[in-house]
Every structure is written in structure tokens, then in C-alpha cells.
């Protein structure tokens, strides 16, 4: 037999074989080469086999060295390589995913899932790169590329591999919530490379996160065993200057969180939990949630926003929330007063009817404020860090804070109050001034020409105390580019505004009282219909069994010293009573 012919021999024997394409191609290639393995002086000659059986031969040595290979391999690997998991949720994951979108490394995808363009955090690619476009694009092009890629970082080889993972479907993410996963492998035998290379995305992450400030939110009970800040958005960062404060209250707050900031080490030296707590409290609208942004955004801290209104937020998903929260950043708890109730808004007992407890799903604190499904201790263990990371700055906001429990407000849990109130005319006049900066009037008049006359004129229609901030921004957007005329008919807009708010509150008190009204004659048409059942069940047993029950009449007994009484009606001595009662006379009791 000719080496070619017993080539074409191997290749022929192969289809004989059943073996895939690939490894025929394969074979191919290799043709020359086995052909010596084949030939009469080769290796296998000195086997003493058909060709088809020296191809299985073949076969089985390979296969051994593919096996060889693959133990040495997972033996060798952890030397050289090691590989780092980042999951969706996390802002490390974040961080990642800026860096590898700043690389451009997912330049060659070509799958996207198209999603609208909003202040959420993705990591869209720049599709108008190279064209010649200036608009911007009213879409995100995220890619869904998921094979492994090879990139450089500092000279070291390291591959990248994305998983979509499954998506979590909930009311609030009815198309599915991604649940990505990252899986970096760095080829290096130094393992501090890991942590460089993770500061490194941090570090330019927070560069070019300067301009905006980063709010982290929940959207809906995120499931398996970590905690996910699901909702991550970018806000343009606010200047300290445009919440318009009373007089030194920004200042302060800004010094006494710079103050925590720098004595991590004093706080360790005493012994005290480095922690900080404060509480903003005051009517809506009067720029509480405004101050938070605004300090985080001076300060470079990301905020993890948490509201106890929220009906997904109970104790454990609060503990798993401030748990997954990373040291150096600001926690906020909004509506705080939600888990505390006071004694004079109870609702007394819930009405009770045939299917069981009445309106459960609508439970609320008797002054309509909703009621969090948060306990009070598990609020305080938050605060106190059990299960949280330290070195955190806690925030917490409320409209009511007559309904705190002094245990919350205790120094070491909140350690500053800042009281917010409704505008005073000086708040007013600023804000007027904020909202026409170096405007200059076409026709200035006798009354005077200036912005700082206009407002003024503006600050004297406001009465002291009586409409929020957030009010007043929304009366003088009506007037965006006519300063005159906002100065000018604030009085009007002030009338206005008090008789709608006159209507407004007789309007909630009619819904009150009928709400008042439903709710008992609900009660009462129960009450009816309960009675009218245990009336139907007594006739009917009656007239099943004539006497179920012998109306003895109650003998004077003499109680045994047991509570026994003598004598053949001998019985305990409450039981007539409860026969007398079982024979449908019992008053149903409402629970
Ligand atoms: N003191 C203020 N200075 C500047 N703007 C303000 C001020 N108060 C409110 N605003 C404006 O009103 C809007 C609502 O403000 P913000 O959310 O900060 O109020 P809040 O006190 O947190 O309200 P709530 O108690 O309802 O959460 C924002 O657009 C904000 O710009």
C-alpha cells in the first residue's frame, strides 16, 4: 500500500467511523503526517492491525492526551490565572462595566437590546461614533454579546466574559429584570493585580461620575442570596447655592459631614461606632430630599435611597438593603414615621367578615399616612449597624416627626435635626433671584428697574409660612420669561391658591366622613348578617335533636370543695350557663 493510498485509506475509514466534519477537515490537514504513522516503517506498523483498527487506536491515544491535558489543566490553571466574578446589582459591577465600555471592548457585538434613553445607568455603546450625526441619540444600544474576549490591561492578558443570566420577572419589571453576570480572568500568577485592577475601574469610574451624582433605588423584591440596588440612576449633580435654605443651615450640615468624613481614626481611638445619623424633617416640599442630593454631589458620595412607604420593604428586605451597602456613602431612609404609629391612630379592631379580616391590603395609620410593613427594632438594629457596614452617613426624612419614638432619636442614632419650614419672604426672594439671574427688563417702570426690586415686590405677596418652596418653584415656572409679571400677580395667585385649598380640604372631609359612613354600616350589615346566621344554626339543631340540650333548671347545689356539686345534676358549676349561651342566644363578638 502507497502512503497516499493509505491516507486516503485513514480519511476513508474515518466516514466509516461516523466521525463529525470538523475532525475530518481536521484530518485533512494532517494527512501527510498520520500517513507516516501508517506507512510500514511507521509507529503503528509494529502493531500487527488492520487500518481500521490502528485508526482506533489513533483514537484512543488522542483522546487519553485530551484527557491528560484537561487534568493538567485545571491543576495549572489556578497558578496562572484567576478570575474574578462581578454581578449585576452591585455597583462593583458597575464600575466594571464603565471600564470595559471605556475600553470599548464590546465594539464588535452585534446584538443590542434597544431600551429608551433615561437617567437609568446602563452602559450603552456610542453608536453615532464615526458618523456624521450630531444629535443625540433617543436610544441605548446595550449589547447582549456573551462570548469570552481577550483585552489588555497595564500589559497583563485577561479575558472577559459576560452571562445575560436569568431574568427575574415582577409587577414593576413586567419584561424581566436582567441578572448579569462578569467574569474577568487575569493571566498572572500576582494576585494584588486583582485588587489594582478593580481600584483602577473604581477610581475611573468616579472620574467620570464627577459631573452627576449616583442614586441607588430597589424596584421590586430582588431574589436569591444578594441583596440588588436594582434601579441605579445619574443625576446632573445641584449646586449647594440652589437649595435655598435658612440662613447658615447648608454650611452647617456641610461642615459636620466633612467633619465625620476626616476622623474615621478618632471615631476608632474612642471606641465609637463610626457613624453618622441625621434627620430632615418638615412640611412637603421644603427641599429636604434637594439637601441630600445637593451634599452628595459636592461631597462625591453615591446615594442608596430607601423608602419605608414602600409596600416591597419589610424588616428583612431593610436588613439585606443596608447590609449590601458599601462603606463611604450616604444611606437615605425616607418616610421614616411609616413604622411608628401613636396611640390616638389606631384604627381599633379590623372589621371582620365571612372571608376574614376586612381591607387588610389597604392598612394604613388613622391619619392616612401609609403604614410600613417595617418593625420599629428592626429599624433601630439598622441603625445601629447590626448587619450594616460602618463608616456610613445615614439620612432619614419625615413630614411627621411628632410621630418618632424617642428610641429613633437618641444621639448615636441621629445625631443632628434640621427643622425645614414652609417659605419665608426671604427664601422667597431668592428663589425669585435663582430663577431670573442677570435678567434684564426690557421696560423698566418707576417702581424700579432691577431683578432685586422684583423680588421684592414678589417676597411681599408671600404671607410667611404658608406655601412650600416646591410651591413657589411651580407658581413662578408659569412665568419662566416674564419676571414683571410673576412679581406682579403673586397677590391674585395667593388668593387663588387659598380658596382651592379651602375646597380642597372640604372636599377630603366629605370623602372622610363617607368613607366613616361605608365603613359602618358595613360593620353594622355585618353585624346583621352574623346574627341571622347563628339564629338559622340554633333553629336548625333545634329542630333536628328536640332537646340537645335539657334546660335544667338550676338547683341550688352546694360546690364541693373541687367546684363539684353534689346531688344527680352534679356538673361544673359554670356549665349551665355555657348550654343556656350554646343554644343561640351568644352575642357574636366582632374581633
Ligand atoms: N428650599 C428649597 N430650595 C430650592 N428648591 C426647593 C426647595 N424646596 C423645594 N424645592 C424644590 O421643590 C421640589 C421638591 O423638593 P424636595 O423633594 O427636596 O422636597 P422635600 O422636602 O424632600 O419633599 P418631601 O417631603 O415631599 O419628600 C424640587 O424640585 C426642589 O427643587
Redesign the pocket.
Known sequence: MTPDSTQSDVVRSSYNLGLPTGILSALRVLRPGLGQLFNSDGPLSLLNLSDSAKWFVLGAILEAGRRLFDWLYVRLRPRWASTMEFNEGNSQYDWIVHFLTQERLWKRSREFRVVPKSSKLRWGIDTTTGSQESQEPHAEYVPTFEQPQLFKWRGYVMEVQRENGERTYSLSHPDGQPNGTIRITMYTKNLSLMSQFVEDARLRYLESSKPNVIIHMVDAQSYGSEFIWNNVKSKAK?PLS????GEGVMTSLLDDVKEFIQSEEWYVAAGIPYRRGYL?Y????????????ALAGELGLDIYAISLAASIVDDSFLQRAASSIPKGCIFLI??VDCCFSRDDEDEGPIPMGPMGPIGMSMRSHGSGRPKSAVSMSALLNVIDGVGSEAGRLFFA???YVDHLDSAFLRPGRIDKKVE?YL?TKA?AA??FK?FFPNYTLSKPDEKGSSINDLSELFAEGIPKHEF????L??YLLLYKREPRSAAENVKGWVEQERISRQEREERLEEARKKKLKAAMDMQAQMQASQNAFNQDKSTASASASPAPVSLVPLKEATPNPEGKTDGAGATDSTKPVVEEKSNGHETPTIA
Open positions: 445641584r440652589s437649595v435655598i435654605l430632615l418638615g412640611p412637603p416640599g421644603t427641599g429636604k430630599s434637594s439637601t441630600i442630593y425616607e418616610d426624612t419625615t413630614n425645614y417659605a427664601q431668592s428663589l435663582r412650600s418652596t416646591a410651591e418653584q411651580g
